[in-house]
């Protein structure tokens, strides 16, 4: 095998070495059934237990109690923009938006092609530098739900409290730190999140439903776009992603296994303070984007001051196994995107070339 390179790709994004390997390892002969798992009926019995299983570790990963459904659906995060008002909106209702990034901006265009939704807060003005801080917004009392993106993958922010939207639902986009971090589900009626940050391969979207929420899906939506379809069938409505639902169901048990996400939390913060240290540090050589307060753990976006030398950092960065680091294009700069499976040697790596090209180019 070649050597394998340091992924900071913001996703697809790195998995975990050894899911990988079992994953290599059953790939021809699942579970001695001389088939592959690509290959068998996801009515098969021995499927239907990975299907299961994935569900149940899910479920207990998050503490996650009986009025919560775990689904698995298709057509990534973007289409949950468009079935979140479609299930959860009732006709005539308004929803609330908070826009602070590209991801979010793109929930509130889908969600008012059908309908009504407020956007009582952007942070566009300052180019998505930060998100609200806890209070800084008044929620609609009679919003159907409140909507928001925990973490944005392009401008490098992120939530660090859960919104107190009173008796309105939270509906929140995880699709880029959820299991990063524990959360309370309470305040929550639905979360979602494609699988290909931190959970997976891309293929397949969690969604993490209260049973009050689903129970509004309108009896006239098509069957696989109804939660309350999907949640009855157990996510079996129809053939259902097999491979990416299997290959999330181990990363959840090596999760399980190391402790849980209050172990996950404590490794990203320490690979986030290393990694932002060494920018705070550079004496501006290197500009952070997000406000202090509002710096993601998972994606860390900042800029050169010469940005002419931008484009020079991520070829060299990649010739030194460093992968996956230029901006996104609608922003340009770096990205270093450290999800779970980056390991704080990865981090490291980095932080030792950040030092190397500023010795050499400030």
């Excluded at 928001?148 to 107190?164: L, R």
């Excluded at 309350?228 to 959840?252: E, W």
């Excluded at 010739?319 to 922003?331: D, F, N, P, W, Y």
Aim: aromatic share 8%; net charge negative.
């Amino acid at each position: 095998m070649s050597q394998r390179v340091h992924n900071f790709g913001a996703g697809p994004a790195a998995l975990p070495l050894d899911v990988l390997k079992r994953v290599q390892a059953d790939l021809l002969d699942f579970e001695s059934t001389g088939m592959s798992i690509l290959e068998m009926s996801h009515r098969s019995k021995v499927y239907d237990r990975v299907h299961q299983e994935a569900m149940a570790d899910i479920k207990t990963l998050l503490g996650a109690s009986d009025d919560y459904e775990v689904l698995f659906m298709g057509g990534g995060a973007r289409t949950q923009f468009a079935l979140v008002p479609m299930n959860l909106r009732p006709s005539g209702a308004s929803a609330d938006y908070w826009t602070t990034g590209n991801w979010s901006r793109l929930a509130i265009a889908e969600a008012r092609k059908a309908g009504e939704a407020r956007e009582p807060w952007s942070s566009e003005e300052t180019g998505h530098d930060r998100v609200p801080q806890a209070g800084e917004v008044e929620v609609d009392p009679a919003a159907a739900y409140l909507h928001y993106t925990s973490n944005n993958t392009v401008a490098g922010t992120q939530y660090h409290h859960v919104p107190d939207a009173g008796d309105v639902p939270l509906v929140c986009d995880m699709s880029s730190d959820i299991f990063s971090r524990p959360v309370d589900l309470t305040p929550f009626g639905l979360i979602y999140a494609g699988a290909q940050k931190n959970l997976g391969p891309a293929g397949v979207t969690v969604v993490i439903v209260r049973r009050d929420l689903w129970e509004r899906s309108p009896a006239s939506l098509p069957d696989t776009l109804s939660y309350a379809k999907m949640a009855a069938k157990a996510s079996l409505l129809n053939t259902p992603p097999v491979f990416a639902i299997y290959i999330a169901g181990l990363v959840v048990k090596k999760l399980l296994a190391g402790g849980g996400l209050g172990e996950v939390e404590a490794r990203n913060n320490s690979k986030a303070a290393t990694l932002y240290g060494a920018i705070d540090g550079s004496e501006g050589f290197y500009q952070g984007h997000a406000q202090t307060a509002s710096r993601s753990l998972m994606n860390v976006t900042f800029r050169l001051n010469q940005q002419d030398l931008e484009p020079v950092f991520i070829a060299e960065a990649a010739e030194a196994g460093l992968a996956g680091l230029k901006g996104h294009r609608s922003v340009g700069g770096i990205r270093a995107s450290i999800y779970n499976a980056i390991s704080a040697e990865s981090v490291a790596a980095l932080v030792g070339f950040m030092g190397d090209f500023q010795r050499r180019h400030g």
